[in-house]
């Protein structure tokens, strides 16, 4: 597996519109890009720093994996993305190694990039996606 560099990191949040005042009034950054996954039942909004993003996810359903998160740990650091080539290769790779995956195949993320996810048991505790253009 060829890692390139941390595409993102994932931070839960109860109120987007809130949150991304933090991110530009604070720190100054400039959200390019909400966007709405439905399959996911969230909605994210995007900063960047460099190579690296920031995406915050607001949970749009009370069941969605984000929203479940936020109730049983609120707001915060949900997962870390890192870039990779060829992300099927990879995935094989992995779970070859004993990593357990919630994605055995890749789907589309945000920004339509292709992503899947390991799972946080498997990787000390840090929800890990992986994530290519291809
Ligand atoms: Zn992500």
Known sequence: MELTHIE???????NLEE???????ILGLKCYAVE?????????AF????????ELLESTEPDGPIGKFLEKKGEGVHHLAFSVK???ESLKEV???GI???????????EGLNIAFLHPKST?????????EE
Do not use: M, W
């Open 8 to 14: 993102h990191i994932g931070i839960a949040v109860n």
């Open 19 to 25: 949150s991304i005042k933090y991110y530009e009034n």
């Open 36 to 44: 709405e996954v439905k399959d996911q039942k969230v909605k994210t």
């Open 47 to 54: 900063f960047k720093i460099g190579q690296t993003k920031i």
């Open 86 to 88: 060829n992300l099927p």
């Open 95 to 97: 779970e070859e190694k």
């Open 100 to 110: 357990r995956l919630i994605d055995a195949v890749p789907r589309k993320g945000a």
């Open 124 to 132: 000390n505790g840090v929800l890990t996606e992986l994530c290519s």
